[in-house]
């Protein structure tokens, strides 16, 4: 888009032509420092606490981090600017700052923020000024909160423009993971002798931010939901088999088991025969996955999930018993597999079977 300039006289518009910081002559360092005293215009809401930050453990580096700031919810924010129209390799060294500071402490951060004030006082400050003004920006009162302090890192790319490889890097980085990332592109345009910048956000758009949110949110609750599941172990004999595992793999161990064992078809079909749904299927004669899958779906009626979903068919999952190739079902309820871990003790009671499933405990 372009920038006009209006003429209520004349009742006219004319494009203001854009330009480069090449062309403008002006350095990184002197964009950085226009930013820096306004960097609501890249990065609302953020406190910066260090300018050209590098870490003591960089000391061999020119690695540095442009601008560091806190946001009002105390997370740290990396800031990258570059004036090339590319963003060239930003997104990289901002991922390896973020992984760096984020382990910094509250203490840390004032620690920073009280040595980027006296450069920019040019003076000696109050030992703990900066301390203060990290609380009082956080508004808590008295004592830092650790547990609130530094739980996200933000990233924040700031350039003239960003390289499809670029821009394909953080759209991948935000649908894939729990990472803040945005791109904020800074053109410059020249009127008279005005140096005027058009700052708009590239990724995520305005429209598109409360949307990719409700999309992380939801994802997050995916996973808290998975990490919430019910997982249960496997004893034989009084010896851990396996700790930690859903229902239907827990099922698919204990048949290993028995089939490692070699004690027969017969008594794996008498344990779950017993089965409100069919748990298992069989096929004469020795088949590979593929001929597996082939057979299962021939039963496909609806054809709209596949029946090769419901059963553990891949090939190291397969059982090869006698003269048959038997597949287990991984559509268990607890209930289900209560009732089959019960047979399996009744079928083989010198085994002594136990799994935390039977106790309720998880």
Not at 151 to 169: D, H, M, N, R, Y
């Amino acid at each position: 888009m372009s920038i006009y300039k209006f003429d209520r006289d004349q009742n006219e518009i004319t494009p203001i032509p854009s330009t480069t910081f090449a062309e403008l002559d002006m350095k990184e360092d002197e964009l950085q420092a226009c930013l820096k005293s306004q960097i609501g215009a890249i990065s609302p809401h953020t406190l910066v606490i260090a300018e050209k930050f590098k870490f003591s453990a960089w000391i061999d580096s020119n690695r540095e981090i442009d601008l560091l700031g806190i946001d009002e919810e105390a997370n740290f924010v990396v800031i990258e600017l570059k004036r090339t129209e590319d963003g060239r390799h930003m997104e990289l060294q901002s991922l390896r700052y973020a992984a760096m500071i984020s382990n910094f402490t509250f203490d840390k951060a004032a620690e920073i923020y009280q040595e980027f004030l006296k450069k920019e006082k040019g003076e000696d400050i109050e030992p703990d000024y900066a301390r203060g003004e990290l609380l009082s920006y956080l508004k808590w009162e008295g004592e830092p909160r650790e547990d609130e302090f530094g739980q996200g890192v933000k990233i924040v790319l700031a350039s003239a423009g960003f390289s499809p490889e670029l821009t394909t890097t953080v759209m991948w980085l935000i649908d894939n993971s729990q990472i803040d990332i945005s791109c904020v592109k800074i053109v410059p345009h020249k009127l008279d002798e005005q140096i005027l910048l058009d700052v708009q956000p590239v990724i995520p758009t305005p429209d598109a931010k409360d949307y990719q949110v409700s999309v992380k949110e939801k994802r997050q609750k995916e996973r808290e939901s998975r990490k919430s599941r019910k997982t249960y172990d496997l004893t034989i004999d009084g010896n851990p088999v396996v700790q930690e595992l859903p229902v239907n793999r827990l099922m698919w161990r204990l048949v290993k088991e028995i089939y490692d064992r070699d004690v027969g078809l017969d008594t794996v079909e008498r344990a779950l025969n017993n089965q409100s749904a069919t748990k298992y299927e069989k096929y004469e004669g020795k088949f590979n996955s593929e001929e597996v899958k082939t057979r299962i779906m021939k039963k496909d009626r609806a054809g709209k999930r596949p029946r090769t979903r419901r059963f553990f068919c891949q090939e190291e999952q397969l059982f090869h018993i006698g003269d048959y190739t038997f597949v287990l079902s991984n559509g268990w309820t607890g209930d289900q597999a209560r009732d089959a871990l019960r047979d399996f003790q009744k079928e083989l009671p010198k085994w002594k079977i136990e799994s935390s499933l039977l106790t309720g405990e998880s």
